[in-house]
Nanobody
Framework: VQLQASGGGLVQAGGSLRLSCAAS?????MGWFRQAPGKEREIVAA????????YYADSVKGRFTISRDNAKNTLHLQMNNLKPDDTAVYYC?????????????????????WGQGTQVTVSS
């Protein structure tokens, strides 16, 4: 499965962006990760196959919303009230493995496919 991320850009603090990730085929757990300069890649949000179960990192709870459209094989991340600390390259990831209907992965090793990354820059 190939993933193509889009939607990044430059925004002022307090602004919003919507990231999208198009998958070339069926996927199970999906997630968004980010990597800021000089830091390790970290999980931002994850979602199970049906979209009914989600996970958010504490730093984005209440501001970001992950969703998916399985009919279109797409994943989204709505980012509101952006902060300069949200500046990073954002990666979408997808798992080809099924571990149950409510399963979602929060670690990199749980994902098989990665998008190319999209830059999000939040100015103060």
């Amino acid at each position: 499965v190939q993933l193509q991320a889009s939607g990044g850009g430059l925004v002022q603090a307090g602004g919003s962006l919507r990231l999208s990730c198009a998958a070339s085929g069926r996927t199970f757990s999906m997630g968004w990760f980010r990597q800021a300069p000089g830091k390790e890649r970290e999980i931002v949000a994850a979602i199970n196959r049906s979209g009914g179960t989600t996970y958010y990192a504490d730093s984005v709870k209440g501001r970001f919303t992950i969703s998916r459209d399985n009919a279109k094989n797409t994943l989204h991340l709505q980012m509101n009230n952006l902060k300069p600390d949200d500046t990073a390259v954002y990666y979408c990831a997808a798992s080809n493995r099924y571990f149950g209907s409510s399963y979602y992965g929060t670690a990199e090793y749980e994902y098989d496919n990665w998008g190319q990354g999209t830059q999000v820059t939040v100015s103060s």
